[in-house]
Structure formats: structure tokens, C-alpha cells
């Protein structure tokens, strides 16, 4: 009698739950490691949330950008600046999100507070968009209404003339402000959860190991992009498109065995490991290959060293072993507590609606996406690399913005790797295509992988609770 | 003038502002172009000085205007140091 045998080990598993054959995951991968990994990266979080096309006006669609004015960037948590931006009393830091644009300032040496950026007589901003620095008031330019820091009003010239106005009254309206790892979050909303039941307890724990208020930015590059911003953020949101956008980094990257994880509403994220061979490139490449194509993010502390594999040994291992040395040197810190996979791996989280939280060391970014408010085919897209504090607790000024001219390449960009810039180029490049082809398209909805585009998938429902009403 | 620190010097009818940023020494006006308003408040950081009543900020290198509201440049200032004196060309 013939038996046939059936090889295809996803057959017959539900929705969602299929994975690229005959390939190691991401956490059998990251096992084989000398330093181990702490519990933020060994675990999984996927859920499979549908299979139907997502509809394509959300992108092309003027009225949707307004809906998501009006019901989703009034109503969200949002990256306003880093603590480091406003380390003293009296530092602030004016963030805008569309119209609006707020002064977020130090009042006390433990209090942030976020005021609107508008006088109370006739409305000019206090502080220019996209400026910083230290007052002890601020001051309206036009007539001198002025408030103290922490926001009562300080002086109204002549106020014979506005028996109307009660001065003691008369506060810079303020918006809910919450601290995180380093970063001050804003919400326009009195009505919205805390941060923390926002994010959830699951990437609560995540974020906090990180320890991210023990790192300073040490490049920032600002850029205009050619797409509508969640096109531009659901670009960077799988590992999927690296087989055919980056070929350079394909060969040292699981990109084909990442990992995807969703966590409640708001927090997703996927572990792409690093330093091993893409499954779609296996039998064709070496390990020496494989150190010898190592992109890393931040790069420089390696300089010019030879990769030379010890015999037998494994690409993944050495560049964690010659990493860790030779950026604790280059640097002056302490990474004896950071597992290899900490050093080398690209963790990409999601914090809805747009930043990416990269918490690794080689690739160490922070995303942020904002729509353009006068044209919804615009994206104004930062990069922020963060390093750990020097051990001699000496922090340095955060860097300022480099602002890149739309036809700039990244690899331009003063501070920023070379090598990653040419990723970004690649990514950034499929963006003014694909927002053209979604307006050409007799198509009206994106088809999304049930497995490697899942962040896609919970991004977007996220924007319809909050657009239609639903959040 | 210790790394960091900032002094408002009237020489003849001008105000100068020198600064100590990260042992760098600049010397630019003392007097805001927007509202003509004293800089010595400023914050100084990545060699740029900005203004503590509107919030001008100007290159401590080149004397640029970088924001509004102020669209005019500041003077700068040669500076040298000799036995221990800081020396202001004006």
C-alpha cells in the first residue's frame, strides 16, 4: 500500500500560525547564545486578528487625514521630546503635532508640564515650531501678555483696558503630560487612560528594563517623506520586504524567521535576529560571508577591523563577542549585563500612533512619524540614535536636528552610518510608489500576510477604533 | 570664564556677550536683534545661543538668526586669549 506523506509542516494548523518551513525561530536562534537573553525577548505575543484586505482611502483620502485630527492625534499618547531636551527648570521644548503646538516645560526639578503654544489675547504662538531653550517666562512678542513656568499669568500691559480678564485666572491651558524611560509623553485628551494602562503591562515591563532614560540622543535626522505617514510607518513594520529592498543586509539577517508580537491595542513589535542567514539564502553563503556583510546601526566603534571568523566558529557569536568589546571601549560603558541578543538584533516596537522604539545597542533608534498637516501625502520622519550615558555620568547635549532637503540621501546625513543611511534610502524610496500605485490601483485595499505583516494589521485597527469611534 | 560660563562686557557704547561652550570661546552681541532685548540669559548649547524672553536663537559661530521670531543676525566678535586675558576685537 502507498502512503502519501504529506511534507508541508503548516498544513492543517489554523490561521496565523504558519512559519516559514524547515527554519529555526526567532527564539530557537537567540537560545544558542553565550549571553543570555533577559524575559522581554524570550517570549511571543502573536495573534492572528483577521485576514481581510485593509482599505486603501485611509492613505489617499484628505477627509480621513482630518477624521485622524479631529478623533485620533487629540486623543493619543505621544513623543513629545526626551527629558534631556529640558534638564534644568526653566527648559522647554515646543512639539506640534498638525495644528497644534505646545511649549513642554520643566517647572520643578520633577514636573514636565505641556502648555497649548498660543497667547490668551490674540493668539501668537509663544515659542516658534520646532524650538527650544531656557526662560524663566514666557512672553508674547506682539503685546507682552506673559506667564510664569508654571503657567499662571505673569503681567497683562495695561490692564485698565481688560477689566474683562480676571489675571489670577487667566492660566496657559495645559495637556496631560506622563514620563517614560526618558521620553515625556503628551495627550490632548483629559478623558484618555493613563500611559501605563495605555501601553499595557505586558510592554510596561518591556519598556522599563530598558532603562532607556540612561541614554542620550547622539544623532537626530529630520526628513520629509513622499507618503502618507502610516505608509511610511507600516513600511518600517515587518522584515518581510527585506529580501527584495535591502539585498545588501539580506544575507546576515533572519528576515524570513522574525518574530511578531502584538500587545493590546497599542503596543506591537517583531525580533528580526541578526548575524545569521536569511533562510531564503541558505546553502549559498558562508559564515565568514555572513561577518563579512554585517550591517550595523551604529558601526562606528567598530572602525576597520578585520571580521575574521576563529575556525569553526559562528558569524553570530563573534560579531556579539567583537561588538561588545570594542564598543564598551570606543564609548566608556558597561555592557557586561546586555545579552548578545540585546547587542546585535533589531527589536522594532511600535508605541500607537507613531513612534518605533528600537531598545537594542548596534541598532539603537527611536521613530517618530507626523503627518503633514497641509497635505496628507506627507510625512515628516525623525531618527533619533541613542547611546548609553558614558560611565563617568558626564551626560552630553542631545544632538541637534540634522534636516535633511526632500531629494537628500540619509547617507548624507552628519552622525548617521553610512550603511544605515543606504537602508533607509531603500526603504524610503518604495514609499512615493506606493502611495502613487494605491491612487492608480483599480484595487482598493492592501492584502497583508497573516504572520509577517501582523503589526501592520493591529496598527491599522487601532487607527479605525480611534477614527471610527470605536477607542 | 569656566566652561560653560557667559559674561555681558560693555567696551566704548557696545554690549559684547562672550561664552565659554566646551572650552570654545565665542563673543558675539550682547543685545538680541528681534526686540533688542539683553542675551546674556540665554541657554547656550551646540555652539548656538537663544534668547530668554522670545526665544531667538542665533549661531555663537556666525551670528545667524536660526528662528523666528528673530530674522536678523547678531554681530560676532574675534577672540583670543593672551596671559590669561580674554581679548574681544570690536
Known sequence: ?471 | MPPGAKKAVKIDNTWVLVCNEDERLFAVSGICSHQVKPLVNGRVRNCMITCAVHGARFSLETGAALNLPATKPIETYQVRVVDDWIEVLV
Open chain 1, 1 to 471: 500500500m502507498n502512503v502519501k506523506v504529506n511534507q508541508d509542516p503548516n498544513a492543517g494548523l489554523p490561521k496565523g500560525a504558519a512559519r516559514y518551513p524547515n527554519a529555526p525561530s526567532t527564539q530557537e536562534i537567540i537560545a544558542t547564545d553565550k549571553v543570555a537573553a533577559p524575559g522581554w525577548v524570550r517570549s511571543e505575543s502573536y495573534e492572528f486578528l483577521g485576514d481581510e484586505d485593509v482599505s486603501s482611502d485611509r492613505y489617499t483620502d484628505a477627509a480621513f487625514a482630518q477624521k485622524e485630527f479631529d478623533r485620533l492625534w487629540t486623543r493619543t499618547w505621544q513623543f513629545a521630546c526626551r527629558e534631556e531636551h529640558i534638564p534644568e527648570v526653566g527648559d522647554y521644548h515646543v512639539y506640534d503635532i498638525g495644528r497644534y503646538s505646545f511649549i513642554v516645560t520643566r517647572v520643578a526639578e520633577n514636573e514636565v508640564r505641556a502648555y497649548y503654544n498660543a497667547c490668551l489675547h490674540r493668539g501668537t504662538k509663544l515659542r516658534a515650531s520646532g524650538t527650544e531653550g531656557n526662560t524663566s517666562e514666557f512672553k508674547c512678542s506682539f503685546h507682552g501678555w506673559s506667564w510664569n513656568l508654571d503657567g499662571s499669568q505673569k503681567e497683562l500691559l495695561c490692564p485698565w483696558d481688560f477689566p474683562h480678564v480676571d489675571i489670577a485666572k487667566n492660566n496657559l491651558p495645559q495637556v496631560r503630560v506622563e514620563l517614560l524611560g526618558g521620553f515625556v509623553f503628551i495627550n490632548m485628551d483629559p478623558e484618555a487612560p493613563a500611559l501605563a494602562d495605555y501601553l499595557g503591562p505586558a510592554a510596561m515591563a518591556h519598556i522599563e528594563a530598558w532603562k532607556l532614560e540612561n541614554r542620550y540622543i547622539y544623532c537626530h535626522v529630520a526628513k520629509r517623506l513622499p507618503a502618507n505617514w502610516k505608509l511610511s510607518i507600516a513600511a518600517f513594520m515587518e522584515a518581510y520586504h527585506v529580501l527584495d529592498t535591502h539585498p545588501q543586509v539580506s544575507v546576515t539577517n533572519a528576515d524570513a524567521n522574525s518574530q511578531y508580537d502584538v500587545y493590546g491595542e497599542h503596543v506591537n513589535r517583531f525580533i528580526s535576529p541578526l548575524g545569521v542567514l536569511s533562510p531564503h539564502h541558505y546553502g549559498k553563503y558562508t559564515e565568514q560571508d555572513i561577518m563579512d556583510q554585517f550591517t550595523l546601526g551604529d558601526s562606528s566603534a567598530l572602525g576597520d577591523v578585520e571580521r575574521k571568523l576563529p575556525e569553526g566558529g559562528r558569524a553570530r557569536q563573534a560579531m556579539a563577542d567583537m561588538f561588545r568589546n570594542m564598543f564598551e571601549k570606543a564609548t566608556n560603558t558597561d555592557l557586561s549585563s546586555v545579552s548578545d541578543s540585546e547587542l546585535l538584533d533589531c527589536f522594532s516596537y511600535t508605541l500607537f500612533p507613531n513612534i518605533f522604539l528600537f531598545p537594542g545597542i548596534s541598532l539603537p533608534m527611536v521613530y517618530r512619524f507626523r503627518p503633514d498637516p497641509r497635505d496628507h501625502r506627507w510625512t515628516l520622519y525623525e531618527v533619533l540614535f541613542l547611546r548609553p550615558v558614558p560611565l563617568d555620568g558626564k551626560r552630553p547635549y542631545p544632538a541637534e536636528p540634522v534636516r535633511l532637503a526632500d531629494d537628500q540621501s540619509f547617507t548624507e546625513a552628519e552622525g548617521m552610518d553610512p550603511g544605515f543611511g543606504a537602508i533607509l534610502d531603500q526603504d524610503t524610496d518604495n514609499l512615493i510608489l506606493q502611495q502613487e500605485g494605491l491612487e492608480a490601483s483599480a484595487k482598493r485595499g492592501l492584502t497583508l500576510g497573516n504572520y509577517q505583516e501582523i503589526r501592520i494589521r493591529h496598527f491599522e485597527r487601532a487607527v479605525d477604533q480611534y477614527v471610527g469611534g470605536k477607542a
